[in-house]
């Protein structure tokens, strides 16, 4: 039965109607977010992601990474305090999982058109749980650029369904993020990369400015010793690892992205990134070697064709 103390209305919340935003971003917005998933990070000059952040006939060609598409959806996110009937603690907001389709590979600078939708909603009991969609499309030419599916995870914000099965909305089964098997065989790659204890501090400059990220305080209160890295952060670390490994440095490669948080990250710890070949699907986990080789995101990664070394 529903919660008496519960904040949230579904019928309200499942009504609203986002407004349609913009994005525009620069050079140096795609350079910024590229140091912050670690390019360049052990070697400054790498010539495998040098081109992220430097290219020596001007800024305009320098290539973008895949996962820069989960910023566009960035600007919707705040608006979620704005939703009738859809109260909770924003100092409990958990990054649950992502979903990205890329359609075309972006260009070092663009401007964006925004149509954002709620996808799902989902009483958990303790936590609601909210599916947020993101169509972006180039503003000049109105072609699809991505999509991103955002869920969300609310601790303390369930208990709202009004019979005795818990309440659970979703845009139908081809919306849903799919759930990943990390195969029990060896990895066909596997790669290894350092996070720098002020990696969240500079992954917010990219537009995630959630307290959890940079105050101790707030990261107390959700229950973290210290300040949490992003888990786009993680996820673009995966992605990047995926680019170098198995695209043999070919970014445009990438057609969709998936990825669940499965458990956080603090700056300065290292990731291991195991990945697994199945056709043109990348299966991957990323684990945190200084926990054990706790697993803290797994997902896949579809490619558009296989490089022909492989």
Same mark, same amino acid.
């Given at each position: 039965m529903a919660d008496a103390n519960s904040r949230i209305n579904p019928e309200l919340v499942l009504s609203y109607k986002f407004p349609e935003t913009t994005y525009r971003y620069s050079e140096r917005d795609a350079a910024l977010y590229a140091l912050g998933v670690g390019a360049c990070g052990r070697d400054a000059v790498d010539t495998s992601e040098l081109k992220y952040v430097y290219h020596e006939n001007g800024q305009q060609f320098i290539k973008v990474l895949p996962t820069f598409a989960a910023l566009s959806s960035l600007d919707s996110l705040p608006r979620i305090t704005e939703i009738p009937g859809m109260e909770y603690d924003p100092r409990l907001l958990l990054h649950g999982q992502q979903y990205i389709e890329i359609y075309r590979p972006f260009p070092s600078s663009g401007y964006l058109q925004n149509k954002t939708s709620i996808a799902g909603l989902h009483d958990k009991g303790k936590a609601a749980v909210l599916e947020i969609e993101t169509l972006s499309s180039d503003k000049e030419c109105g072609q699809p650029m991505c999509m991103n599916r955002t869920t969300l995870y609310l601790k303390g914000a369930g208990g709202f369904s009004r019979t005795h099965d818990l309440y659970s909305y979703s845009k139908g089964p081809t919306n849903q993020i799919p759930t990943v098997r990390i195969p029990q065989s060896q990895p066909f790659a596997v790669f290894e990369d350092c996070t720098q204890p002020s990696q969240a501090l500079?992954?917010?400059?990219?537009?995630?400015? @959630? $307290?959890?990220?940079?105050? %101790?305080?707030?990261?107390?209160?959700?229950?973290?010793?210290? $300040?949490?890295?992003?888990?786009?952060?993680?996820?673009?670390?995966?992605?990047?690892?995926?680019?170098?490994?198995?695209?043999?440095?070919? $970014?445009?490669?990438?057609?969709?992205?998936?990825?669940?948080?499965?458990?956080?990250?603090? $700056?300065?710890?290292?990731?291991?990134?195991?990945?697994?070949?199945?056709?043109?699907?990348?299966?991957?986990?990323?684990?945190?070697?200084?926990?054990? @080789?706790?697993?803290?995101?797994?997902?896949?990664?579809?490619?558009?064709?296989? %490089?022909?070394?492989?």
């Open positions: 500079l992954y917010r400059l990219s537009g995630d400015y @959630n $307290p959890l990220h940079s105050d %101790p305080a707030v990261a107390k209160i959700a229950g973290f010793s210290r $300040p949490i890295l992003h888990g786009l952060s993680t996820l673009g670390f995966a992605v990047r690892a995926i680019v170098k490994c198995i695209c043999r440095g070919d $970014p445009d490669m990438v057609k969709s992205i998936s990825g669940r948080f499965l458990l956080h990250v603090y $700056p300065g710890e290292t990731l291991i990134t195991e990945m697994w070949l199945e056709g043109s699907r990348v299966v991957y986990q990323v684990k945190v070697k200084e926990r054990r @080789n706790k697993a803290v995101l797994s997902g896949h990664v579809d490619l558009s064709r296989l %490089p022909s070394q492989l």
